[in-house]
């Protein structure tokens, strides 16, 4: 293994290698398939991302609904039919050797690349307990903007977990089709900007509850959760249909080398598309802890995927 690091002419340069497998890491694919660069796109061990645990996609342009699978799996067929590559591989290291040259390291191979683009995605934080499992997808989930409009929750009580922004956000948001929406948060301190906390107080729809959930409980899907009041300690039966975490996302950058810079909130710091290292560009919800969309994903991946031509025909 030690050898090929004295002699690259071992391995294959690739022109580009894309890093990811969301609507971001697509789109960039399809964008340079049709630009006769023949993109090379590490998927990761479980392609698909965050569109994989969504169920119907209300708010893609184009689309009336469509299931997120079907619709990431739209994606990725387009970009393939313009002769982009892809392979199930984690890549595990990222760095840049010298200008035009990254090495890419997966558990199977090392990959060269004059290039790259970055669209590995976000996790959305999810939490743990007696029920939490169950009810995935049956009245628990993590998106609100991506679930919540879902007949299942019209006119129904909800229950929003958090104490920051997004939990201020989504709720708003869900005052739209639910009869009433609770934010349930275990401090009585938020971490939300006093704009935002301010407007969700004011909204009659909007109740604050403090303590931490204890279970989710119903038939095949959910019907109420207990928590524990930090007021009463006590336990608390409350009747929902759904339940949704907005504590937060971890941005996948842990494969980046130390030269990549990220933001103080750990996403990766780019300047329209580009990185503060030439040559890696980043998309989608790896570089964005602000508006999180799929539309907005496949838009990232487009411009990355123009800057990125750019470059290499710089390089050139
Ligand atoms: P934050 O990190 O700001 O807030 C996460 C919240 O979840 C915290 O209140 C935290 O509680 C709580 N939490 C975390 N883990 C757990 C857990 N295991 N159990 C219970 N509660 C938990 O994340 P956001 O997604 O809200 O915001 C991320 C960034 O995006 C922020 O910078 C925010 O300003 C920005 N944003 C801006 C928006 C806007 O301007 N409209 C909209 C949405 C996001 P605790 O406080 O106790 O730690």
Redesign the pocket.
């Known amino acids: 293994m030690e050898n090929y690091k004295k002699d690259f002419s071992f391995f294959k340069m690739n022109t580009v290698i894309i890093i990811g497998s969301g609507p971001a890491a697509y789109t960039a694919g399809l964008y340079l398939g049709r630009a006769d660069l023949s993109p090379l796109i590490l998927e990761g061990d479980n392609p698909g991302g965050q569109l994989l645990t969504t169920t119907d996609v209300e708010n893609f342009p184009g689309f009336d609904s469509i299931n997120g699978f079907d619709l990431v799996s739209n994606i990725k067929n387009q970009c393939l039919k313009y002769g982009a590559k892809t392979l199930e591989e984690n890549v595990i290291s990222l760095k840049k050797l010298e200008e035009g040259h990254f090495e890419l390291v997966t558990p199977k191979n090392i990959y060269l690349s004059k290039s790259v683009i970055i669209a590995t995605g976000a996790t959305a934080?999810i939490?743990q307990f007696e029920g939490s499992q169950k009810y995935w997808g049956h009245g628990i989930s993590a998106c609100a903007v991506c679930d919540g409009a879902l007949p299942m929750f019209r006119n129904k009580n909800i229950v929003v977990?958090?104490?920051?922004?997004?939990?201020?956000?989504e709720a708003l948001f869900l005052t739209k089709f639910a009869n009433k929406v609770f934010i349930l948060?275990?401090?009585e301190?938020?971490?939300?900007?006093s704009i935002?906390l301010k407007r969700a107080k004011n909204n009659e729809k909007i109740e604050f509850i403090c303590g931490?959930?204890i279970s989710a409980q119903g038939d095949t899907n959910l019907k109420q959760i207990i928590y524990r009041s930090n007021k009463t300690n006590e336990n608390i039966v409350l009747e929902t249909n759904g339940l949704f975490y907005?504590?937060?996302?971890t941005p996948n950058t842990s494969f980046l080398s130390s030269e990549f810079k990220l933001k103080s909130?750990g996403y990766l710091k780019v300047k329209k598309s580009k990185t503060n290292v030439k040559g890696a560009f980043g998309c989608g919800d790896v570089a964005d802890?602000?508006y999180k969309q799929a539309i907005t994903a496949a838009g990232s991946g487009c411009s990355a995927a123009l800057d990125c031509i750019k470059y290499l025909e710089e390089l050139s």
């Not at 958090?162 to 956000?169: L, N, R």
């Open positions: 934080k939490m977990i958090g104490g920051g922004d997004s939990v201020m956000e948060h275990r401090s301190k938020f971490k939300a900007s935002m931490e959930i907005a504590i937060g996302h909130s802890n602000r």
